[in-house]
């Protein structure tokens, strides 16, 4: 079974948001094709879905300045704007986004006392969210993501994608993710490379690859 995974795909990641990923929006209509002509069988998206006091929040640790580095459950936590509270508009999926063809979505980062960069498990690496034991349970046996941002929540969760359920073919999608630093990007693609994710575009998906 083939399924698309759509990471954190939403408006607080867009032109406009909260911790908006530069031309974050431009995903949205290869996202849309890889939903209409990739033939996939289930389409999943995670939804970053914070409490208004999640501790990665800047605001939340007195004197201290967005995208700095702080302190989070004793382990260096990169400080963020406010973004993705829950039942926020920036918390909702980008509107243009075909959402009635996601057959799962899965939240994360809903724990106050750490971060979630992964659809499937908290930075940690202690807590599950779930995910890995839905698609085993689906019969998946090849994974693409793709989504925001490629350096930390799309890398994320194909390597923990690659980790937890070695025997899927986890795929990256350059062309329909986007990321926050252009070296941060290379880094993150090739260290997915490393670990047996393979590097697509969805041109390849769409020719059948």
């Known amino acids: 079974m083939k399924c698309l995974l759509l990471v954190d795909i939403q408006n607080g990641f867009c032109s406009g948001g909260n911790l908006a990923v530069p031309n974050g929006e431009d995903v949205v209509p290869i996202a849309n094709r890889l939903i209409a002509d990739g033939g996939y069988d289930l389409v999943v998206a995670s939804q970053d879905w914070h409490p208004a006091d999640h501790g990665s929040f800047a605001s939340q640790h007195p004197g201290r300045n967005p995208f700095e580095m702080g302190m989070l459950g004793g382990k260096p936590q990169m400080l963020w704007p406010d973004h993705c509270i829950q039942a926020s508009r920036d918390a909702d999926f980008h509107p243009e986004l075909n959402t ?3 057959d799962h979505v899965q939240r994360k980062g809903e724990n106050v006392a750490v971060d979630s960069y992964s659809a499937f498990r908290d930075n940690d690496q202690s807590a599950l969210t779930g995910l890995s034991d839905y698609l085993t349970g689906k ?10 941002a ?28 986007r990321g926050i630093d252009a070296a941060g990007v290379e880094a993150a693609i090739a260290e997915m490379d490393a670990a047996g994710v393979r590097i697509l575009t969805s041109r390849d998906v769409l020719s059948g690859a």
């Open 150 to 177: 490629t350096d930390y929540c799309v890398k994320a969760s194909a390597l923990d994608a690659k980790a937890m359920m070695p025997d899927v073919d986890v795929r990256f999608i350059a062309d329909a993710s």
């Open 100 to 102: 009635a063809a996601v």
């Open 139 to 148: 019969g998946v046996d090849t994974l693409d993501v793709c989504g925001l």
